[in-house]
């Protein structure tokens, strides 16, 4: 299940929600981005996202539809959002289900990695030196081309 929206989200109501009625699941992973209040060095104040409707929920259908190859899911969600958020405010929701752990672990690692890099969301941050657009880190591309070499896939 995917879901783009501006709105906040509540954590346990949406991990009860994935997993009930299913009580094949013995191992649910999740992970919840937030928003800092310090980027470089620098105090943000707020951090503003934007995406392109439609093509963003494209994407992330793909990044699911990867996982859901690569490990025995028994649900999956990600929830993004999008607007001006402040520090302290939850950004993003991923979560994977299996009947054991290590496939929900590594399923959960997977998605946020995925997400990213090759979501397209574009980050303002709000500094008191004015806006500052956030570029991919070194990082966060290493993460995504280990998992891209883990499956044989040459990054695209």
Known sequence: MIRVQTEDFDLGAELKALTAGNHGIGGLCSFVGL?????????????TLEHYPGMTEKELAR????????WPLDATL????YGRLEPGDQIVLVAAASAHREAAFEACHFL?????TKAPFWKLE?????GQWVDARDSDDAATQ???????KAAE
Request: proline letters at 2%; aromatic letters at 4%.
């Open 35 to 47: 928003v800092r209040d310090m980027a470089g060095g620098e105090a943000i104040g707020a951090m």
């Open 126 to 130: 709000g500094t008191p030196g004015g």
């Open 78 to 81: 990600i929830i993004h959002r």
């Open 112 to 116: 946020i990695d995925f997400l990213k």
């Open 146 to 152: 280990r998992w891209m070499q883990s499956s044989g």
């Open 63 to 70: 990044i699911e539809a990867e996982a859901l190859t690569r």
